[in-house]
């Protein structure tokens, strides 16, 4: 079923179950490790809170365990004497998000199984043994090599997911800071409404910045009075202590944006901002954004952080909230 076909024939709960539904472990993921809530995530985009780790040192970590644990899941799985049909099963990645952990579990093995990937929901499921599987029909066991298929194919993609986010996040130094802003419709489709981006080469404090189309156009709005759409952040670097498997971190605080065009031609925009620290240099950014449409670059897909949604507003704020970015050490 396409969006435009959901749009027209569910309910506004069946569509917003319908589009949680297709939404990619991509997306998903930027909310999975979305920090900002827990206990302490405040104290530590300051200087000198050495206690406990901060928030994107714990990003690191838990996605780390994950992508380890998903690993030799992954490998079981391609070692299965016959194939399985486990048909909606599911898989969960889960960790405690309710208080940053202590500094002193780096480097604690026992801590890096904290973060858990489990496997539930055998509803609809068999377990199909060798000698069972040797006298099933022909047409039965294609139907297992088929969904076992599916099943391997879906855990392989997940990894996948979990590996570009890690090397997205934190494999290079961020040279570039890009935003971009996004409308959403009813039915969830996503329409890029500009970006903005910007060297991280110094302190930024509250600064406004133009919003711009793909092609290096100014994004407008309004009729008779004209505004420069633009986006309002500010970005500080801070110092890790030693020890810490990162470097070069920056905390990125979201302000707001102002006079966004609309998403219809009715309604005002429902809206977020993408966050992404780019290994590109701004120039660079820009000649490859002209190349590919922006919305479907990595600069600001798989591995870009996400403000929460504002709600039928063309002058939308996110005060209070901050994204950091970083890169691995060489001895991590």
Known sequence: MTVSVARSVMSAKQLSRFTLQRMPASKYLRFFLDLQDSAGAAATSHVGQEERLSCIETQELVLLSCIEQLADYLAACRKVAVPQQWIGSSIMLCFDSGALPPR????????????????????????????????????????????????CGGVSRLFYDLCA????????????LTVGIFGQERCGEEELLGYASTPLNAPLDHRDFELCHSDGTAVTAGLLSVHNSTVRLSAVPTSLPPGSRLKERWVVSMHGASHLPKVGLVSSSS????????????????????????????????WSHQTTMVSDSRNPSWEGQCFEFASLTLEA
């Open 104 to 151: 002193g579990v780096l480097g604690q093995e026992q801590w890096c199984q904290a973060p858990r990937v489990h496997i539930f929901d055998w509803g609809r499921s068999q377990l199909n043994l060798p000698q069972e599987h040797q006298h099933l029909k022909p047409s039965e066991k294609m139907d297992r090599e088929k969904y076992w298929g599916f099943y």
């Open 165 to 176: 986010l890690y090397v997205g996040r934190f494999w290079e130094t961020p040279q570039s």
């Open 271 to 302: 809206c977020f901002a993408k966050v992404t620290g780019s290994a590109l240099a701004a120039e660079s950014l820009a000649q490859a954004v002209q190349q590919e449409p922006l919305a479907n670059m990595s600069v600001l897909g798989r």
